[in-house]
Structures are given as C-alpha cells and as structure tokens.
C-alpha cells in the first residue's frame, strides 16, 4: 500500500470481538496496545500493563482477526532489563500471542536490541516521538519535536532504527513538520498518532474513535458517540428487567415432562 500510496488504517483494540468486527469493516492493521492498562484495566498509565495480559489479548485479536496484520506492544520494562530477558519476552508475543511485528517505544540507543530482534526474526515497529511509557519522566505525555533539534532528534531515531531493521515507523504526538521530515527520511511505511496527515497509515485507540473516552486526546476525533449508546442500552435493559419484558425465547420442558412433574409427590403435597 505504501508503494501504490494508498493510505491504511489501523486501530489499537483489546479483544477477539471487537477486532472480529474490525477486519469485516476493513481495517488493515491491529495493534494490541499497551493503552489497554487505561481503557481495560482502567489504571491512569499505560505502565502498569501486565504482561501476561498483553500476550493474551494480542492472541485474541488474532483469534479474532487471523487474515490481519497484528502489532504487540511489548509494555513498559519488558525489554529494558537485558537482551535477553527483551529476546524471551518477544518470543512469547510471537509465540503465544500470535503477532506478525513487535512495537518498542525507542529511540537510537535501541538499535543494538532492534537489529538483534530482527536477526533472530522479529519484525519490529519502532514507535518514536512521544513515549507514552516515558511519561513519568517527562511529567506526563507531551508532544514531541516542536523545536528543530527535537525535529531532528525524532528523524535521527527513525532513521537509525529502520537501518537496524524496523520494518515499520510508528510516530506519535508531533508536529506535521516531523512527519514530512520522517517520511522523507525512512523507506518503510510511517504510521502517525496524532502526527498530521503525511504518514502513509493512521492509528487511533478504538475507544476514541467510538466516543467511550471521557477526556480523549486532543488529535482524536470520535466517528460516533457509542458510550451514549451504551447507557442507553443499559437503561433500557433496567427498565425491561423492571416490568417483567425481558425478551428472547425461554427454555421449555421435554414433551411429557410436565406430566411427570404434576404426578409427584412433591407436586401433591
């Protein structure tokens, strides 16, 4: 797609159903974000991902949709420690998660692990710009290279990590400037964030774009306001489980079984 110049959407969702319905809607990448600590397990920061609990919900959303390209996030300390503690943690992502790339949050400093990964073949999405799992260093997430060294230290990263064998760039939370400067700067296809509208794919966290984020990020922009719908839902359910209209079929006994029951001596007392 990046070699016709034909844009592709991804979106980071949680679980075999909602990705089910994703690939049927066309969707051409899955990432199993690391955002999943917020929207799921309803932590403030995406650093208490457990780990455990990102291989599994990366399997589901291949289970969910196998014909789709699945991006893990490797979460916050899972390949900061050592090589090879980083080597085993992608290995179960790849094996037990089922994913087609690893996504690192990484900078230059990287590149040593990236090229390791990638020679013992892990296809790796470097994501650049903001680091959402640096935020407790940083104060909170901020918005990256709004000055031209920071401009130019978010293209170093790009470039020194795709000649180590990222095969994909994901860059968040930049100015448009960046991204010009990224994509022409990279050969492999650059995913955006809040990251203007150069990139050859576009990402958002499918909470945000159904409307179920109370405070969504400024650069996220809903396509229906599905968390009104859900309420909706669920006050109606309150109020069929109120007055006895619950709907569906019930369950009825085998023919002759009524009967029996009648004839009792339980029934006769």
């Given at each position: 797609?990046k070699?016709?110049?034909e844009p592709?959407?991804?979106?980071?969702?949680?679980?075999?159903?909602?990705?089910?319905?994703?690939?049927?809607?066309?969707?051409?990448?899955?990432?199993?974000?690391?955002?999943?600590?917020?929207?799921?397990?309803?932590?403030?920061?995406?650093?208490?991902?457990?780990?455990?609990?990102?291989?599994?919900?990366?399997?589901?959303?291949?289970?969910?949709?196998?014909?789709?390209?699945?991006?893990?996030?490797?979460?916050?300390?899972?390949?900061?420690?050592?090589?090879?503690?980083?080597?085993?943690?992608?290995?179960?992502?790849?094996?037990?998660?089922?994913?087609?790339?690893?996504?690192?949050?990484?900078d230059?400093?990287?590149?040593?692990?990236?090229?390791?990964?990638?020679?013992?073949?892990?296809?790796?999405c470097a994501?650049?710009?903001?680091?959402?799992?640096?935020?407790?260093?940083?104060?909170?997430?901020?918005?990256?290279?709004r000055?031209?060294?920071?401009?130019?230290?978010?293209?170093?990263?790009?470039?020194?990590?795709?000649?180590?064998?990222?095969?994909?760039?994901?860059?968040?939370?930049?100015?448009?400037?960046?991204?010009?400067?990224?994509?022409?700067?990279?050969?492999?296809?650059?995913?955006?964030?809040?990251?203007?509208?150069?990139?050859?794919?576009?990402?958002?966290?499918?909470?945000?774009?159904?409307?179920?984020?109370?405070q969504?990020?400024?650069?996220?922009?809903?396509?229906?306001s599905?968390?009104?719908?859900?309420?909706?839902?669920?006050?109606?359910?309150?109020?069929r489980?109120?007055?006895?209209?619950?709907g569906?079929?019930?369950?009825?006994?085998?023919?002759?079984?009524?009967?029996?029951?009648?004839?009792?001596p339980?029934?006769?007392?």
């Amino acid at each position: 797609m990046k070699r016709k110049g034909e844009p592709f959407a991804c979106l980071a969702c949680y679980d075999a159903t909602t990705a089910r319905w994703l690939e049927r809607a066309g969707v051409h990448v899955f990432l199993a974000g690391d955002s999943a600590a917020q929207v799921i397990l309803g932590h403030d920061r995406t650093i208490d991902m457990p780990i455990d609990f990102a291989i599994e919900i990366t399997a589901a959303i291949k289970r969910g949709a196998p014909r789709t390209l699945v991006m893990a996030d490797m979460p916050f300390m899972s390949y900061h420690t050592s090589v090879e503690s980083a080597m085993q943690n992608a290995a179960k992502f790849m094996t037990q998660g089922c994913a087609d790339v690893i996504k690192l949050e990484a900078d230059e400093t990287f590149a040593p692990l990236v090229d390791r990964m990638t020679r013992a073949g892990i296809p790796i999405c470097a994501h650049v710009g903001c680091k959402p799992q640096a935020s407790s260093v940083t104060g909170g997430p901020m918005a990256a290279g709004r000055t031209v060294s920071q401009l130019e230290q978010v293209v170093r990263d790009a470039k020194v990590l795709e000649a180590a064998g990222a095969v994909l760039i994901l860059v968040e939370a930049v100015p448009q400037e960046v991204t010009k400067a990224v994509m022409q700067e990279v050969s492999v296809p650059v995913i955006g964030i809040g990251a203007g509208t150069a990139c050859d794919g576009q990402i958002l966290v499918v909470n945000d774009l159904l409307g179920l984020t109370d405070q969504p990020p400024r650069f996220a922009q809903a396509v229906d306001s599905f968390g009104l719908r859900l309420k909706a839902a669920g006050q109606l359910w309150v109020e069929r489980v109120r007055d006895g209209s619950i709907g569906g079929q019930l369950y009825t006994m085998r023919d002759g079984e009524q009967e029996k029951m009648q004839s009792t001596p339980h029934n006769n007392r």
